[in-house]
């Protein structure tokens, strides 16, 4: 058995229009906070205990991520661990955010939803 190289992921990247603009709806609707802010990003923290951070980078030309047609069904590159995932859901639907039905089976439910540049973000429990 081979011995892991990582422990955990320290960042994901995603491209926006506007660093200062998506970091208040990440804060605002998903609860990120923010860690630092400058032109080009903003790097906001998930949860408290969470070593994973969040950068949204100011991209030029700026197309949604779009992730590769596939057999799998798999449409976007993130999926988030929620608290409880049908209450995260029916948050989103309140604070109207695009979003996808539930999926799932048995104990594994998931949906899709975006932010405001059109970034799918997945929500996995």
């Not at 960042?11 to 970091?23: H, M, Q, R, W």
């Not at 205990?49 to 993130?78: A, D, I, R, W």
Request: net charge negative; charged share 25%; proline share 6%.
């Amino acid at each position: 058995m081979t011995t892991a190289l990582f422990k955990g992921m320290e960042g994901v990247f995603i491209p926006v229009t506007d660093p200062e603009l998506s970091a208040k709806w990440y804060e605002e609707i998903l609860g990120f906070s923010l860690i630092y802010i400058e032109e080009e990003a903003a790097v906001m923290r998930v949860a408290e205990q969470s070593q994973t951070v969040v950068c949204l980078v100011k991209t030029l030309n700026h197309h949604p991520m779009k992730f590769p047609e596939n057999n799998f069904g798999v449409g976007k590159y993130y999926n988030f661990i929620p608290n409880d995932i049908e209450e995260t859901h029916k948050r989103l639907l309140e604070k109207e955010v695009k979003i996808n039905p539930m999926g799932g089976d048995g104990k594994t439910k998931f949906f899709t939803f975006y932010d405001p540049d059109n970034n799918p973000l997945g929500v996995c429990q």
